[in-house]
């Protein structure tokens, strides 16, 4: 019992919630008026030790939900034509996700202690480098695999569902039964 309390009250499970919550109330309500949620949740996250809140739901993720409700604000509001960079990285997050560990941080691990820095150069560079491989590799994954991959299944998806209903609507024409 332990194990379920823990996983449904986890932060990721309470932010992923909390997303849902967002998403519903955008297609219900307009988000226009809430610009201002953008700029006050990007400075409260700012000033958060992060790594040592007990309550990270509430401390960081109420303002990461600010700042999400912000940016929809601006995305709705018919005055900000879609945005090339902030697309791309949106369209690519799954993939930057997926891969920011293992070759954003991995790499970065490997490569940035054999530099001759040390610090808070070092930790600058560290952070620079890993930010910079997570994103980049996850653009590439992202156009060369992802949205090719997507593309191939909505055409096999979507040809295999026209068949069937094809074969359907031949079978009830024909006074067929259907199958079962």
Known sequence: ?????KTITSSQMLEFVAGLYLA???????FVRFKLLLPIGFLLL???????LQLWPIFAGIP???VIAGALAFETDGKH???????LLGDSSFSIYLFHTTLGLGLTYKIVPRLPLGGTLQFI??????????????????????KPL???????????N??????????QAAGQPHDP
């Open 125 to 146: 560079t560290l952070i620079a480098l890993s930010m910079s491989l997570s994103i980049t590799t996850g653009i590439v994954i992202h156009r060369l695999v992802e």
């Open 64 to 66: 990461a939900i600010m």
């Open 1 to 5: 019992h332990d194990a379920i309390l």
């Open 162 to 171: 026209d068949r069937a209903i094809s074969h359907a609507l031949l079978r």
């Open 46 to 52: 700012m000033g958060f030790d992060l790594p040592k």
């Open 150 to 160: 997507t593309r191939w299944l909505v055409r096999a998806t979507k040809t295999s």
């Open 81 to 87: 034509t879609e945005w090339f960079i902030p697309k």
């Open 24 to 30: 519903i109330l955008f297609e219900r309500h307009s």
